[in-house]
């Protein structure tokens, strides 16, 4: 977290329009499927619409097959290379470089990353999150999550204050039809 990312820095108001005006998604549910590169991960990209920029924003939905480690993210490729906006639930305690103490520098997670006016990354907790309460809840289910994160960011659901739903795409061993008794014709022995 020590580089300066010079874009955001020199296009700073831009860049909160980015994080915190309106935005919608369009696709609900999204589908969380197997990462190309690494199976231990699904993942998501869709695309957002910003009330005021026309650009090509989306956000990414990232979890681990194993429970409690998600990520959030948007990205806007053509303003920054890397994700402007995320939210890690899980993973290392990052160091804020501040003129505060050395030991109220580090935040753990869960928490957001995003940049201040200078283009210095920094990661910070909500109030939501400064809760221990709460900040369990939402590490425990990635609905919460992303529905933090959809406050948080200023994102809406087809145009609505809600939160898309999350579903994995799992495939179907075999096609299981409720109306038909899968034992019908098969006989016992007592």
């Known amino acids: 977290m ?9 296009n700073f108001e831009y860049f909160k329009d980015l994080s915190y005006r309106e935005k919608n998604l369009s696709t609900n ?14 993942k998501k990209t869709t695309k957002i ?3 005021t920029i026309q650009e090509n924003i989306t956000l990414i939905v990232e979890k681990k097959l194993s429970i409690y480690k998600y990520g959030i993210k948007l990205h806007c490729p053509n303003f920054t290379e890397k994700p402007y906006f995320r939210f890690d639930s899980d ?3 990052h160091r804020n470089k501040t003129e505060l103490p050395l030991s109220e520098q580090i935040i753990t997670t869960p928490h957001f990353n995003t940049f201040d006016e200078k283009g210095q990354e920094f990661a910070y907790k909500s109030e939501t999150l400064k809760s221990e309460k709460d900040a369990k809840a939402i590490v425990e289910n990635l609905d919460f999550g ?10 809406k659901t087809n ?8 579903k994995v795409d799992e495939p179907e061993l075999f ?15 007592d």
């Open 91 to 93: 993973g290392p305690a």
């Open 29 to 42: 549910p999204i589908i969380l499927e197997t990462k190309r590169n690494n199976r231990d991960w699904l």
């Open 146 to 155: 992303i529905s933090h994160f959809f406050q948080e960011t200023n994102i």
């Open 2 to 10: 020590n580089k300066i990312n010079t874009i955001v820095r020199d």
């Open 49 to 51: 619409d910003h009330s």
């Open 175 to 189: 096609k299981v039809e409720p109306e038909t008794d899968p034992l019908n014709g098969i006989d016992f022995l």
């Open 159 to 166: 145009g609505k204050a809600e939160y898309p739903e999350i």
